[in-house]
């Protein structure tokens, strides 16, 4: 079998247990990886000055495949999303997350199987914001007032949404050819075009343009984020590839996750032309960090995304095997799932892991 150099970002919080259980589960699979180690987040700011250091880009861009847990992004203040700086530095411009009913998992649905593209570039993260009462806000109030588009209030802070046609073309493009690799039906392309005509209306435009240019086997159609949001709760089987700007795709990964069982579930690949980052949608979860409470099947669904991409495409069906005999079976799952028999206790991150490796 092929050995694979991988780097892993451990991240932070339930990170470094979701990361040694799907270490475990990898290696029990037989796949064939060598883990270079690097490092990221709150906890090397210190020493580097920067919670992403320059060494860490360059281990992925001589590897060019890594898998990351969560890393935990202070509110408000502080440095930026790690994870935003990771997507841009690395141009990872598609954020996929296939999102698949578990028997057992206690989703509130048996029948969904979709899959969320997310552009990962612009939209409201592209970071360029403007602190309340700064220099640079009061003048962008200014300006904008004398162009006549509009009042601002002066004690707003600002934060700017662009959405290009480059990054458009390009997201849908690849929900396009990705709902064709999988021999998928229907992109479905969700937007507010309806009041941001510049942005999300620009948006729609383009996937419309696409879907015309790629008139064929793929269906295409296209929702109102709010409307979509109720079409989802009411019946997700609807979807099938759907692509999103940014923020949306963001949110919708979460409530996708929410139907099928939750955040411990839900895998995700950020992949660019040269390189691919897998990561679950979850974040570091610091309510049960360090108490062996994580769920790690997310993790564990990601790196069964990064061993199909690394052509190990047996070890990640036989870890996907395994991950649902144990959720059929019901008696060793942790406690965010919410089926779980309260008779019998939570089982732990690392009870749970080893039920994998056992199923294997
Ligand atoms: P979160 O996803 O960490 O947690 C939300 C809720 O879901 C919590 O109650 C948590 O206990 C639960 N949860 C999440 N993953 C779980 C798992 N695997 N097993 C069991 N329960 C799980 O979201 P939150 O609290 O908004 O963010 C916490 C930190 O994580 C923040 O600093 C945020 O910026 C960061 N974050 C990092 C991400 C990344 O590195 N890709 C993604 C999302 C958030």
């Known amino acids: 079998m092929t050995r694979h150099a991988v780097v892993l970002i451990p991240g932070d919080g339930i990170g470094l247990e979701t990361s040694a259980a799907m270490q475990d589960v990898v290696a029990a699979s ?5 883990w270079e180690i690097a490092k990221a987040g709150a906890a090397v700011m210190e020493e580097y ?6 060494e860490t880009i360059q281990m992925i861009k001589d590897r060019k495949v890594a898998i990351k847990g969560p890393i935990t992004t202070p509110v408000g203040t502080g440095f930026r999303s790690v994870n935003v700086a990771l997507r841009k530095e690395l141009k990872l411009y598609a954020n996929l997350r296939p999102v698949i009913s578990i028997p057992g998992a206690g989703g509130r649905y048996t029948d969904v199987d979709l899959v969320i593209v997310r552009e990962n ?6 970071g360029i914001e403007f602190e309340e009462g700064s220099e640079e806000a009061l003048e ?3 300006f904008i007032r004398e162009r006549g588009k509009g009042d601002i209030a002066k004690d707003s802070g ?10 458009t073309r390009n997201i849908v493009e690849f929900a396009f050819d990705y709902a064709k690799a999988q021999g998928r039906k229907l992109v479905t392309c969700v937007h507010k075009a309806n009041i941001m005509k510049h942005s999300d209306g620009l948006f729609l435009k383009v996937a419309r ?3 015309e240019e790629r008139a064929g086997a793929i269906e295409f159609n296209d929702r109102i984020v709010d409307a979509f949001c109720m079409n989802m709760v009411m019946d997700p089987s609807q979807f099938d590839v759907i692509v999103f700007p940014n923020l949306y795709g963001d949110i919708a990964s979460d409530l996708a996750a929410g139907l099928v069982g939750g955040l411990g579930l839900a895998p995700g690949a950020n992949i660019g032309a040269d390189y691919a980052v897998f990561e679950a949608v979850h974040g570091s979860a610091p309510d049960i960090a360090g108490k062996n409470l994580a769920n790690p099947t997310a993790q564990i669904l990601s790196a069964c995304m990064m061993l199909d991409h690394l052509g190990e495409q047996d070890c990640a069906r036989r870890i996907r095997e395994a991950i649902k005999k144990v959720y059929a079976a019901g008696t060793c799952l942790t406690g965010d799932i919410r089926t779980r028999d309260r008779s019998v206790a939570p089982a732990s991150c690392t009870e749970f892991t080893k039920a994998i490796i056992d199923a294997l």
Do not use: C, R
Request: charged content about 20%.
């Open 121 to 126: 570039t612009e939209d409201l993260y592209a």
């Open 49 to 54: 000055g920067t919670p992403l250091p320059d």
């Open 158 to 167: 600002i934060s700017i949404k662009p959405i290009s046609v480059t990054a």
């Open 209 to 211: 343009e696409v879907a």
């Open 140 to 142: 962008l109030i200014d």
């Open 30 to 34: 037989g796949a064939q990886i060598d």
